[in-house]
């Protein structure tokens, strides 16, 4: 019995503890199974989700290179409309006559500045024309019509691409030569078809009638009154071959695999980059991966309307990512393309090639994580908040991040920089009211709206004379004086210096916001003027220094009033009449022998605040034809009670 016992004994005491072992054991195994399924989970869907973002990576800069090429297009189109609409405004354009010689200059300096353009020229419904014209040689063309024939006259000219050198050597006639022909403005289509319209219009491709090469141009009807009061319609045009408008397309571009083409209304080639060959005649968009995108984009409804279209195509074996989109407001689609291949290549080696590594470094980059959390998140979050206060324009006082890492301190040295400009931009900027139209949510783009506003012009008496008996280091420093103390007196009074303009100085009270009783401020901040010249005057006359006499013009009015100016540079100002006629008040003080004049709107809201003097008869001030009833404003007497 004991024998048989024993073991079992021994037996019992030993079997729960090897299966409480291997419990254990098998515990550790299922969650080392877990874990390394929940990694291998981990990896498959970061894979997944990296070929994914690699996909999108690969459309977003196939997209980003498109849009660069249609903002160029864009602006190179607005440029030729802006060069157009300028020569359309010129007051003595004409293509004959004494009017035909300035208006010839004009268009061959306009040439000099857009060298995207082939040609600029004017014509008339007599047929007469004139052309400044680059390509295929550079000549100022002139055609007076006469009965059915015309007498044609080249001056062949320096090319207008040359730079430096005096102006009038660049537009120096080389030869002329005069012949005569059968040409007439008036068979021109895009004279046809502007004058039918009526309006400005992007030409569909026409033969230009020099060089004999396909074109298309941009032009706009500009009204003229003869000398015998009737209405000439005049047509202003601009136009680009098809030859250079691939060449610019090319410039357009961006480097790479990628390719770009630009079809008309009815899917003619105006350019295309894929050809060595720039597009000289009108072609349909057949063969080849543009045929391809093509024949897609007629399959899919795609040509018509375009707005912003993003698709894929294969051609010969190959995937092609296109975007087309259209350019307003000429009709035309510009279509680009690429090989999705090569664009995503290097994405996705880089892809395979990081997971690999991500599995071996796990544990290493956890450790240097931590250390670099460290180095990195507290200096970034200080510069970030560095840069708030950057981006709110408070640039005085900012701490500096000192790191060991060198890009923070290269972003630490670029906000510096930033700061560093900023401060030195706030010089010709008032920061304040960029302060102020970015709290109340204006656009930092052109745009206006009506506003009423009080407007002071202030000139000095005799600065000519000044400036040429002074020297110009004494001149510079009385001028930075006199600006001064002028501008702490309107800032004190509620006005805003819109421009410094030489000796003068605008001024506008009520905008860019509604300021109450702003006629009242502006003529107080007048008299202020006045009173503190004296004081400078007296002794700038100690030093022996010539006194300013400040004449002081303002009117009150709707203007229209905002952020003006062009794409790339704007200044907040007012454009409208009562600018002009605020100015033209200044003027009248040289001849009426005063220092402060108002008109009688500015008057009204003065409500007999202040001593005023009507002046008896009507002015006539320079460039309006109506008079108009000013008055003088008085300087305050003890004593004296407000008249009017």
Same mark, same amino acid.
């Given at each position: 019995?004991?024998r ?13 503890q ?5 419990f ?40 980003l ?26 007051? /003595? ?36 024309l004139?052309?400044?014209?680059r390509?295929p ?17 080249w ?22 030569e ?19 319209a ?16 396909i ?27 098809l ?33 060595p ?13 543009l045929?391809a ?18 698709f ?11 975007e ?25 080696r ?11 470094f ?66 010709f ?37 000044? /400036? ?25 009074h ?31 901040a ?8 004296t ?88 460039g ?21």
């Amino acid at each position: 019995m004991s024998r048989v016992q024993g073991p079992s004994a021994a037996d019992l005491s030993v079997r729960p503890q090897k299966r409480i072992r291997r419990f254990r054991v098998d515990v550790g195994t299922i969650i080392c199974a877990v874990a390394l399924v929940q990694s291998l989970l981990l990896v498959a869907l970061g894979y997944w989700g990296a070929e994914r973002l690699v996909s999108r990576v690969g459309e977003a800069a196939h997209k980003l290179g498109h849009g660069r090429i249609e903002d160029n297009l864009l602006a190179f189109l607005a440029k030729s409309k802006a060069v157009v609409h300028a020569v359309g405004d010129s007051p /003595s354009l004409h293509p004959l006559g004494e009017d035909g010689e300035r208006s010839a200059e004009m268009l061959w300096t306009m040439l000099e500045e857009a060298s995207e353009l082939d040609c600029i020229g004017v014509a008339s419904p007599d047929g007469h024309l004139l052309m400044a014209e680059r390509y295929p040689q550079p000549v100022i063309r002139q055609v007076e019509r006469n009965g059915a024939l015309s007498t044609e006259t080249w001056q062949f000219k320096p090319s207008p691409d040359a730079e430096g050198g005096d102006a009038r050597q660049r537009y120096a006639t080389q030869r002329i030569e005069a012949f005569r022909t059968g040409a007439d403005a008036t068979d021109q289509r895009w004279f046809r078809d502007v004058l039918k319209a009526a309006a400005p219009t992007w030409t569909p491709p026409f033969q230009a009638a020099a060089g004999q090469e396909i074109s298309v141009g941009y032009a706009q009807p500009a009204r003229r009154v003869d000398d015998e009061g009737r209405i000439q319609p005049l047509v202003v045009v601009a136009r680009v071959s098809l030859g250079h408008l691939s060449t610019l397309l090319r410039q357009f571009g961006r480097p790479g695999h990628g390719e770009s083409a630009l079809l008309s209304d009815d899917h003619h080639v105006l350019a295309r980059s894929d050809h060595p060959e720039v597009v000289r005649a009108l072609q349909w968009a057949e063969g080849g991966v543009l045929g391809a995108i093509h024949d897609y984009m007629k399959a899919h409804g795609i040509s018509e309307n375009v707005a912003d279209e993003s698709f894929v195509v294969v051609h010969d074996g190959t995937r092609y990512r296109v975007e087309a989109s259209h350019v307003d407001p000429t009709g035309w689609e510009l279509i680009s393309w690429e090989p999705q291949d090569p664009l995503i290549a290097d994405l996705d080696r880089l892809v395979h090639w990081g997971l690999l590594l991500t599995l071996a470094f796990l544990v290493l980059a956890l450790l240097i994580s931590l250390r670099l959390s460290r180095l990195v998140t507290a200096p970034i979050e200080n510069l970030a908040n560095t840069a708030r206060r950057i981006g709110r324009l408070e640039l005085d006082e900012l701490p500096q991040e000192h790191s060991r890492v060198l890009e923070i301190q290269h972003l630490n040295r670029a906000l510096d920089d930033s700061a560093r400009s900023l401060r030195a931009f706030a010089k010709f900027v008032p920061i304040d009211l960029i302060r102020q139209l970015v709290a109340e949510g204006h656009d930092l783009a052109p745009g206006g709206s009506p506003r009423r506003v009080t407007a002071m012009f202030t000139d000095v008496e005799g600065f000519a004379g000044i /400036s040429e008996s002074l020297e110009a280091g004494v001149l510079v420093r009385q001028l930075t004086e006199y600006f001064n103390l002028a501008g702490r007196v309107f800032a004190r009074h509620g006005g805003v210096v819109d421009k410094y303009m030489g000796d003068g100085i605008m001024v506008l009270w009520g905008a860019p916001v509604d300021l109450p009783d702003a006629e009242y401020r502006a003529c107080l901040a007048s008299l202020d003027l006045h009173a503190e010249m004296t004081a400078l005057n007296r002794r700038w006359e100690a030093e022996g220094l010539q006194a300013f006499r400040t004449r002081v013009g303002i009117h009150t009015g709707v203007v229209i009033a905002g952020v003006l100016g062009s794409s790339d540079r704007l200044s907040y100002t007012a454009v409208g009449d009562v600018i002009n006629v605020a100015s033209r008040i200044e003027g009248a003080n040289k001849h009426l022998g005063t220092s402060t004049l108002m008109s009688e709107a500015t008057h009204a809201g003065l409500r007999g605040r202040l001593a005023t003097r009507r002046i008896e008869e009507q002015v006539a001030l320079r460039g309006r034809q109506t008079r108009m009833v000013l008055y003088e404003l008085l300087e305050p007497q003890p004593g004296d009670a407000a008249a009017s």
